[in-house]
């Protein structure tokens, strides 16, 4: 979906002013306290000295209270180095980090009490195994233990609760949406479920989770819905049923929105399921590849809940829409059924066609960047293949315009002259 740079700017500049602004209010708040200081001072000394200890008991312990929040709500900021390239201290810090994560994970509201008390003495093994002194691959044994069967195993459960959440969450949208007064606000009704369910997800897998993360994963979800594919897939959704199904009126516009709703719905919840579990570290692009991967499993299931769920709550409605005499016909059903399993079937064959020309394009990629790195070599000896030399293009170092930077321009003309340069005074 194409990025305009405009709203980009605008929420830079905001964000910019934003920052700008609560500077000046903390300024002002300095000044009016160091005022405050001077009146009690020139009033009684005592009364200063006391007032300013109070003021640096309080900033003491703000500043603590901030930075034990920041590390009890670290878990969708968190980026751990590769376990097989880690060094010692870096491994330690992940089972750090794994700790805390499993002591949080296991007060989600998704998992068993037995699951949670897993979680819990997981916790007590690590932080026993991090007092005892342990080799790395002791280190390395715990984290993937804790990574493949403790998490791994919390995660299959709160799956299992997060699709139950995004079901319901199906049906509140159609049913709120097709109601009245909500048909005249539709894209408000559609925005509060999906936000209220990032939420919902978000509360599985990171309980007690702070305003900033759950703003963080609704922008991240955000830039995953508006750079993929996956709303231009809606919309091709949508146009389907028109292709496919029998002509029905305002039942299509209904039949196109539901079968909408539904795909948009399930892809915000697995992307903001896929967010929330990146405890490791998330990149914006292998999110996007991994909804790719499922795409096609996700129409099949679209397709599914419509049929066997959302189709009972909507019937009544599709027959009240379509024209006078439609719903009357025998087969009538039955052919919206075959229309909606067609318009499925046909935009899964359309992504299959598309990645197996993209996979064709990029192996020509690759054969002629071959044919090209092997022109002008010589013939190599029987049993030793030349192995194809990738150029990599010179990256210059891109010069800061730091405060030193600075400095450094203002000041090289006088260098230049003490020390030789085409500046010396003859």
Not at 305 to 329: C, E, W, Y
Request: aromatic share 6%.
């Amino acid at each position: 979906m194409y990025q305009y740079r405009m709203f980009t700017r605008a929420i830079s500049v905001s964000s910019h002013l934003m920052k700008i602004a609560g500077g000046l209010i903390g300024l002002l708040l300095l000044a009016e306290t160091a005022r405050l200081y001077l009146l009690l001072r020139r009033a009684h000394p005592i009364a200063g000295y006391t007032f300013l200890g109070l003021v640096v008991l309080a900033a003491i312990l703000l500043f603590i209270r901030i930075m034990m929040h920041v590390k009890n709500h670290r878990t969708l900021t968190t980026y751990l180095p590769d376990t097989d390239h880690a060094g010692h201290k870096q491994l330690r810090r992940t089972c750090k980090v794994l700790a805390l994560y499993c002591r949080r994970l296991s007060q989600s509201p998704g998992i068993t009490d037995a699951t949670s008390h897993k979680l819990e003495q997981q916790v007590y093994d690590i932080r026993e195994l991090l007092g005892s002194h342990p080799l790395n691959e002791d280190l390395v044994r715990m984290i993937r233990m804790t990574e493949d069967e403790v998490i791994a195993g919390a995660f299959r459960e709160i799956e299992g609760e997060r699709k139950a959440i995004t079901l319901d969450k199906m049906q509140a949208v159609i049913e709120d949406m097709n109601q009245p007064p909500f048909p005249v606000i539709k894209p408000l009704v559609m925005l509060y479920h999906q936000v209220t369910m990032i939420s919902q997800v978000v509360d599985l897998y990171v309980p007690r989770a702070s305003l900033l993360e759950y703003g963080r994963a609704i922008r991240d979800v955000w830039d995953v819905m508006t750079k993929g594919d996956f709303i231009r897939l809606g919309q091709r959704l949508f146009e389907g049923i028109y292709e496919n199904a029998p002509p029905m009126g305002q039942a299509s516009d209904d039949l196109g929105q539901a079968i909408t709703t539904i795909w948009i719905t399930q892809s915000i919840s697995k992307s903001a399921a896929q967010r929330c579990r990146a405890y490791e570290g998330w990149d914006l692009h292998a999110a996007i590849d991994w909804m790719d991967t499922q795409t096609i499993p996700g129409l099949h299931t679209t397709r599914d809940v419509l049929l066997n769920t959302v189709m009972p709550l909507i019937k009544s409605q599709l027959r009240h829409s379509a024209p006078p005499g439609m719903p009357d016909r025998e087969g009538f059903t039955d052919t919206v059924t075959r229309g909606i399993s067609k318009t499925v079937e046909t935009v899964v064959r359309e992504i299959t066609a598309n990645s197996e020309r993209q996979q064709a394009q990029l192996e020509a990629i690759n054969a002629q960047e071959t044919i090209e790195t092997f022109e002008g070599t010589s013939q190599a000896p029987e049993g030793d293949p030349v192995r194809p030399r990738r150029h990599r293009r010179r990256r210059r170092k891109r010069r800061t315009r730091g405060p030193a930077r600075i400095w450094h321009l203002i000041t090289q003309r006088f260098r230049y002259g003490r020390g030789g340069g085409p500046y010396r005074s003859p």
